[in-house]
């Protein structure tokens, strides 16, 4: 019997247990469903591979129907477009579950959206507030995940850690929600341990140290399950000065910010890729996109949550002509 999931406003039935996933109940979502088999992948004909990245190998079916991704530590995945079906060939002698269901998660799902439903897919973690949500964008290590526990920590909720899945839809941005989950490396979780936050922690996968807290209602911080309007994206950058700063970026730098962190960064099918470029375009309109530039500093998160949060109250102020 399949095990069914909640994420990305998608349902997702799978052969494969998500320990880090809550299950619920089969049902029809409006946005459709994934289905991901475990499967014996019989050889197909593939072009050479389109790209490599961080260890795995994405190549696509000559006549666009599938892409393949691989390594020898996940195995491969056939990710057949029309038929929002994964297949996951697990055979190998040396592939790991863990790092494979956390590849499936991500780079594989995100392969999927990209071509089937062409939303907005950026690497960032969004937390929601009083005033909607609010984006954290970066490449690995920027700090996206620990600057989002700290909203967390103050009466936040989590909406996505890591990926945000976008939808420009009645002139604004949404994000839908990711899984109930953040993932903190271990200096993160001392901190906020220090702080008064308790709560158990589990390994992510061997591949890496960083920690997964689950968000279920035994947990300290919240997880929002539904989609949030987007109110800023505010793109992390590490600053020399011991100050917070804050500033709105023009419309090129803004298209450029949300098309250098896009999570799936490449595209064989042209008319998919013009897709993503406009919705780019479409977001970097309708939302503010700031760059926000602190010290890499713990005792600086207070700071940082102080002046976001004053950013926003000064944009209220601005729309409401105050």
């Known amino acids: 019997m399949p095990y069914h999931y909640d994420i990305y406003g998608l349902c997702l039935e799978s052969d494969v247990c998500f320990p880090e ?9 409006a946005g459709g469903g994934i289905r991901v088999r475990l499967a014996r992948l019989a050889p197909s004909k593939r072009s050479a591979p389109t790209a490599v990245i961080r260890g795995l190998q994405y190549r696509f079916d000559l006549r666009g129907r599938f892409a393949e991704i691989d390594s020898s530590q996940v195995g491969t995945f056939r990710v057949w477009f029309r038929k929002r079906l994964i297949e996951w060939d697990d055979s190998g002698p040396c592939v790991s579950r863990g790092i494979g269901r956390l590849i499936l998660r991500g ?25 909607g949500g609010v ?43 990711g899984a109930p989950e953040i993932r903190l490396w271990p200096s993160s979780l001392r901190f906020f341990a220090s702080r008064g936050m308790r709560a158990r922690s589990s390994a ?45 970026l023009g419309r090129r730098d803004a298209l450029l910010v949300l098309l250098k962190n896009q999570y799936m960064p490449f595209f064989r099918n042209s008319a ?3 897709r993503h470029f406009e919705m ?13 530039e602190y010290p890499a500093q713990w005792s600086f998160l207070d700071d940082v949550r102080n002046a976001v949060n004053d950013d926003l109250r000064k944009m209220d102020g601005a729309e409401a002509g105050i």
């Not at 375009?281 to 700031?290: E, F, T």
């Open 21 to 29: 996933l809550v299950p619920v109940r089969p049902r029809v979502r």
């Open 107 to 131: 780079r594989v799902l995100a392969m999927l959206l990209a071509h089937r439903e062409t939303p907005l897919l950026i690497h960032a973690d969004v937390v929601a507030g009083p005033r």
């Open 135 to 177: 984006a954290f964008s970066g490449p690995i290590g920027a700090g996206k995940s620990t600057l989002a526990a700290s909203f967390l920590a103050a009466g936040w909720a989590l909406v996505s850690d890591d990926v945000a899945v976008a939808d420009c839809r009645q002139r604004q941005v949404w994000v839908r929600p």
């Open 204 to 248: 992510l996968c061997p591949a890496t140290v960083k920690k997964r807290l689950l968000l279920d209602r035994d947990a300290p911080w919240i997880f929002r399950g539904e989609a949030v309007r987007l109110s800023a994206v505010y793109d992390l950058a590490r600053g020399s000065s011991r100050c917070v700063k804050i500033w709105k």
């Open 272 to 274: 998919v890729m013009c």
């Open 280 to 292: 780019a375009a479409s977001a970097a309109v309708r939302v503010p996109i700031k760059r926000l």
